[in-house]
Structures are given as structure tokens and as C-alpha cells.
């Protein structure tokens, strides 16, 4: 067979018949969640500082006592600790992802068990901060109402506000907790779960 002959068979060959590997368009059909997923890691950065920072000035925008400016900054400080431990960790993890490129499956899987361990330290964040929340509003119901403190121990009323605040402040963070890692991270997550799940089926 000579040359003619070769590029002739070639020709008759119909091209629509040839299949592409899928499992390429697939990876990197999860390419546009973790984008998303990297665009509100940085955005959330930028909330937790300019949080930060506002709660701060907190003693000023509600009219604390001067007397009351120690204890706040004390655990202020504190708060300030922890969250420089959580946003450190979610800064590193934001820094991996910008490295990351989905092109092998052991890739996708991989970027996607990170992001699921990640979405968990998330919600350890804001359960650590959640005593600081309880502190504040029994620090604001102090410094608004004085004189319940003092009589409140005689009738129980005390007892049971400070359970209010507490449940409350649990029931409040747990369920703003759910709500924002689901909507800013687990909707993108389970795209990517969904891309996974359609390579295992090959």
C-alpha cells in the first residue's frame, strides 16, 4: 500500500466516529466550583478583618463604662488570638487551592476532601467563638440593666436569662453556622462531588 492509497483510507475515515476521553471534560467541569469556592475564601477574609476591626470600637459605638474597657479588651484579646489561629489555617488552605490545578483524578480528589476538612475547621471557628458571643450579650444585659443583677439572684430571673442567652447563642450559631458554610462552600463542594462520582461510573 503506497502513500495514495494510505491518505485515501484516511479520508474515508469518518471523524465523527472518533471519541475523545470524557474524563478530561469532566475534571474540568470542576474547575468553575473550586473558583468559586477560592473567590469566597477571599472575600471572607476581608469580612473576618473589617469584623474585626468594628468590634474593636464596640465600648465606644454602645457607651461602655470606663471601668468596663479592661475586661472587654482582655478577652478581645483573646478573640483576636483565635481568630488569627483559624484565619492563619483558612489563609494557608486559600494559598494551596490558588496553587491547585484539576488535571488527574487523584487531583479532584484530593482538592475536594481538603475542601470538606476545611468547611470542618470552619464550623470549629465559629464554635470557638460562640463563649465570647454568650460573654458579650450577658456583658451587655449587665451594663443595660444593672439593677437585675442584683435583685435577679432572689428570684431566679438571673438564672434563667443567663440559660436564655446561652441556648439562644447556641441555637443561633450553630444554625448561621450551617447556613453559610453550606451556601458560600457546600453547594460548590457537592459539584464537585457530583464530578467524582461520574468518574468512579467509567
Same mark, same amino acid.
Request: charged share 20%.
Given at each position: 500500500?503506497?502513500?495514495?492509497?494510505?491518505?485515501?483510507?484516511?479520508?474515508?475515515?469518518?471523524?465523527?466516529?472518533?471519541?475523545?476521553?470524557?474524563?478530561?471534560?469532566?475534571?474540568?467541569?470542576?474547575?468553575?466550583?473550586?473558583?468559586?469556592?477560592?473567590?469566597?475564601?477571599?472575600?471572607?477574609?476581608?469580612?473576618?478583618?473589617?469584623?474585626?476591626?468594628?468590634?474593636?470600637?464596640?465600648?465606644?459605638?454602645?457607651?461602655?463604662?470606663?471601668? =468596663?474597657?479592661?475586661?472587654?479588651? +482582655?478577652?478581645?484579646?483573646? &478573640?483576636? *488570638? /483565635?481568630?488569627?489561629?483559624y484565619? @492563619?489555617?483558612?489563609?494557608?488552605?486559600?494559598?494551596?487551592?490558588?496553587?491547585?490545578?484539576l488535571?488527574?483524578?487523584?487531583?479532584?480528589?484530593?482538592?475536594?476532601?481538603?475542601?470538606?476538612?476545611?468547611?470542618?475547621?470552619?464550623?470549629?471557628?465559629?464554635?470557638?467563638?460562640?463563649?465570647?458571643?454568650i460573654?458579650?450579650?450577658?456583658?451587655?444585659?449587665?451594663?443595660?440593666?444593672?439593677?437585675?443583677?442584683?435583685?435577679?439572684?432572689?428570684?431566679?430571673?438571673?438564672?434563667? =436569662?443567663?440559660?436564655?442567652?446561652? +441556648?439562644?447563642?447556641?441555637? &443561633?450559631? *450553630? /444554625?448561621?453556622?450551617?447556613?453559610? @458554610?453550606?451556601?458560600?462552600?457546600?453547594?460548590?463542594?457537592?459539584?464537585?462531588?457530583?464530578?467524582?462520582?461520574?468518574?468512579?461510573?467509567?
Open positions: 500500500m503506497d502513500f495514495n492509497e494510505l491518505q485515501s483510507a484516511w479520508k474515508k475515515e469518518n471523524p465523527e466516529n472518533i471519541q475523545l476521553p470524557t474524563h478530561l471534560e469532566k475534571i474540568n467541569s470542576a474547575q468553575m466550583p473550586l473558583e468559586r469556592i477560592k473567590k469566597n475564601l477571599k472575600n471572607e477574609f476581608i469580612y473576618q478583618i473589617i469584623s474585626i476591626v468594628f468590634l474593636a470600637f464596640l465600648p465606644l459605638i454602645y457607651g461602655f463604662p470606663t471601668q =468596663a474597657y479592661a475586661p472587654f479588651y +482582655l478577652l478581645f484579646s483573646i &478573640f483576636v *488570638g /483565635i481568630c488569627t489561629y484565619l @492563619v489555617k483558612l489563609y494557608l488552605f486559600y494559598k494551596r487551592l490558588g496553587k491547585t490545578t488535571s488527574t483524578k487523584d487531583s479532584l480528589y484530593e482538592t475536594y476532601y481538603e475542601i470538606r476538612v476545611n468547611m470542618e475547621l470552619y464550623k470549629t471557628f465559629g464554635l470557638a467563638l460562640t463563649p465570647f458571643l460573654l458579650f450579650l450577658m456583658g451587655l444585659l449587665y451594663l443595660k440593666m444593672p439593677d437585675f443583677f442584683q435583685t435577679g439572684f432572689q428570684n431566679h430571673s438571673l438564672l434563667i =436569662a443567663i440559660l436564655s442567652i446561652v +441556648l439562644f447563642s447556641m441555637l &443561633f450559631m *450553630g /444554625i448561621a453556622l450551617e447556613w453559610w @458554610v453550606h451556601y458560600f462552600y457546600g453547594k460548590y463542594a457537592r459539584e464537585m462531588r457530583k464530578v467524582i462520582d461520574q468518574l468512579k461510573e467509567e
